[in-house]
């Protein structure tokens, strides 16, 4: 007999998980199909993000960073120790258990609340029927409500296919068993930087490979000029304007062509590592009279609402336009299900925080300087160096700075960009305010615990009216 339920979630991503979890929260009999098996072969859910996204990279980024300081920060401390090693296998094996104890929560979780797991791969056919074809063979199941959860994989180029031996992408680079001597990394974005910073503080000498002239354009520009110096003072070799046109491998290294400025240019690695970006997954999702759009660039079409052009299928994570981010994907999950219950919920696009892990943090919510000023809007800015902050000396991390941007005739803050340490969670304090719509001044009045790393928020409120204490104001009152 075929199974019927009211919500069908293709994908356990963290889009699809939580919107699962949500709608079985909300009463709704859910089910969730997933495909990705891990390394042992077993079922695992979770999605990119847990599996080979965001807490496996970040699990080596803070490994890579303990034997970084201790091999280089202690010192000033007044602790010293000689030796440090590192056990590349056993740091890998921590990120591996760390990643199975996250997967198994969320079937932990989806056992608690009731959500059904379909092990196979998902296909939407006309009328919300799916066809799961897992383990078992092929079953159709139907749904008042499905939801396209099914994510994206890193996008391949021609000049550096990927083999996952010497040329690897985002998920070769987790599973590396020793460091690199030399290490390329294709494309300075979010993943490059931040798996490039893992190498790189365990010793390979890195070098990244960016056919952009410009330095993380997202990003607000002092924010940019101060995270290329940094990371360039911390060994990475950050080459602009260097467009990767071919590759070979010979033996157990591959020989880069690129062009820049002068040329073309040839550099040898040990390794690889393709990070271009990513793209999204769609293959064999849709059968042909689905009456799903696509657009042209590859992503489902929605709306502001997660919903497709088919009543009652809705998509949402890194299969739809915007921002590839985690908790982009989770909250459209949650929007979604609220909506599919009837309630007017609606997702703030405006003030989605990104962040990059490496040491200083970069982290951001709202907009730059540069994005305000070409929309003809006036502004005040407010900044704050770490290099004066009690707290950030005290830790020996005063690299980076706060910076607070308003609008110059409501004095409403309208973006917040931090690189320093713990930027992560600085920024979310921004965003809390930005939410409520909170003035610099505001922000300012509010007492904030000393000493804390938060202070340099404070202050860059205050700096933003020309009220900083501890620096000197760029603009007086
Ligand atoms: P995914 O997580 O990709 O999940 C989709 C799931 O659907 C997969 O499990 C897939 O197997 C399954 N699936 C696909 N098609 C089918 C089908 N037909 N049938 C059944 N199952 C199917 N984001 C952050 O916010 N913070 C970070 O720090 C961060 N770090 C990252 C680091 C790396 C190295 C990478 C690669 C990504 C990182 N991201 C980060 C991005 C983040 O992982 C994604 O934005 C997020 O996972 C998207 O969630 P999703 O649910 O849309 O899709
Ligand atoms: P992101 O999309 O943020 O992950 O960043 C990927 C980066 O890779 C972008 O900045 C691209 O400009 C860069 N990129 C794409 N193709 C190439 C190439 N062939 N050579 C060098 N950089 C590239």
Redesign the pocket.
């Known amino acids: 007999m075929t199974q019927k339920f009211d919500v069908v979630v ?7 998980y939580v919107a699962a979890i949500k709608a079985a929260q909300l009463g709704l009999k859910t089910a969730c ?4 098996q891990d390394g042992e072969g077993k079922l695992a859910l979770g ?3 847990l599996n ?3 807490i496996p ?2 699990a080596l980024l803070d490994s890579s960073w303990k034997f970084h300081e201790a091999q280089d920060g202690f010192a000033i401390h007044g602790i010293n120790h000689a030796g440090v090693t590192m056990d590349v296998p056993a740091m890998i094996g921590r990120k591996a258990n760390i990643v199975k104890n996250l997967t198994g929560g969320v079937a932990g979780l989806f056992k608690s609340n009731g959500v059904t797991v379909l092990q ?4 939407l056919l006309a009328g919300k029927k799916v066809e799961v074809t897992g383990p078992n063979g092929v079953e159709i199941v139907e749904a008042d409500n499905v939801i396209l ?4 994989r890193p996008i391949d180029i021609p000049p550096a296919p990927v083999d996952q031996k010497i040329i690897v992408d ?1 998920t070769g680079a987790l599973e590396f068993q020793q460091v690199p001597k030399r290490l390329g990394v294709i494309g300075a974005g979010v ?1 490059g930087l ?2 490039g910073s893992v190498w790189s503080r365990l010793g390979a000498e890195v070098t990244v490979l960016e056919a952009l002239d410009t330095f993380l354009m997202a990003a607000d520009t002092a924010v940019s000029k101060e995270a290329l110096k940094t990371l360039t003072k911390q060994g990475l070799d950050i080459k602009l304007g260097a467009r990767v046109t071919g590759s070979e491998v010979q033996g157990e290294e591959v020989l880069v062509k690129y062009t820049d400025a002068n040329g073309e240019q040839t550099i040898t690695f040990d390794k690889l590592i393709v990070a271009v970006g ?1 793209r999204p ?1 769609t293959t ?2 849709l059968a042909s009279d689905s009456g799903v759009d696509i657009d042209e660039r590859g992503f489902i079409y929605v709306d502001d609402y997660c919903a497709t052009s088919v009543p009652g299928v809705y998509a ?4 739809v336009r915007g921002l ?4 982009k ?1 989770s909250e459209e999950g949650i929007m979604v299900v609220e909506r599919i219950k009837g309630h007017k919920a609606v997702m703030n696009y405006d003030l989605i925080p990104s ?1 990059i ?1 490496t040491h200083p943090e970069i982290a951001w919510v709202g907009k730059t300087e540069q994005a305000l000023k070409a929309e003809g809007i006036e502004v005040n800015v407010g900044s704050f160096p770490f290099a004066a902050s009690g707290r950030a000396m005290a830790a020996n991390d005063t690299g980076g700075f706060v910076k607070v941007i308003a609008d110059a005739k409501t004095d409403r803050v309208l973006g917040v960009h931090v690189i320093g340490p713990s930027a992560a969670e600085l920024v979310q304090q921004g965003a809390i305010a930005m939410e409520f719509g909170t003035s610099a001044e505001d922000l300012g009045m509010m007492v904030f615990s000393h000493p804390t790393l938060s202070e340099a928020l404070h202050e860059a409120a205050l700096a933003v009216n020309g009220g900083a204490i501890h620096i000197a104001n760029r603009k007086k009152r």
Do not use: F
């Open positions: 293709i994908g356990a991503g963290p889009g699809g199909i997933e495909k990705y999605g990119t993000c080979v996204g965001c990279s970040k196979g791969h998902g296909k959860a099914s994510g994206s985002s993943i931040e798996l990513r997954v064999d999702l949402i994570g890194d299969v590839m981010l985690a908790h994907a962040v892990y």
